[in-house]
């Protein structure tokens, strides 16, 4: 048997701000998009290197305000490019904690993204 990295689904309200957010902001890329028809909501892939994450505009899908934790390595390099974009909503900073360096973001839509640096030397899966 073989258990693949989980998919999280966030829950999204406006297609645009979650393009803003995940596309313009976080330098996700789409992967694809869904509607059963044109004036359906939408449920898109995104992706930035191995993180995958689903994004759903369908009712029942998610719960607004979820919490993401993300391994990362050199999260300093994120933090500038962050920086660097300049987003109107939000300024995430990195703070140090006893376990890693940690990054977190909230979406137009209230979800956390935790993005971590492990204070140790193995970071399965990052």
């Not at 689904?9 to 297609?15: K, L």
């Not at 939408?42 to 994004?55: D, P």
Request: hydrophobic share 40%; charged share 30%; glycine share 6%.
């Amino acid at each position: 048997m073989h258990l693949a990295p989980a998919i999280p689904i966030i829950r999204i309200f406006s297609e645009e701000k979650a393009r803003e957010f995940y596309v313009d902001f976080l330098g996700f890329t789409i992967d694809w998009e869904h509607r059963f028809d044109a004036n359906f909501p939408l449920y898109a892939q995104v992706r930035r290197s191995e993180l995958i994450l689903h994004l759903s505009e369908h009712h029942g899908d998610a719960t607004p305000g979820s919490t993401i934790f993300v391994p990362v390595r050199d999260i300093d390099a994120l933090h500038a490019e962050l920086q660097r974009k300049d987003y109107k909503y939000g300024k995430p900073g990195v703070e140090a904690l006893p376990w890693g360096k940690v990054l977190e973001t909230v979406d137009p839509f209230g979800n956390r993204i935790r993005f971590c640096e492990s204070a140790k030397e193995d970071m399965r899966g990052a």
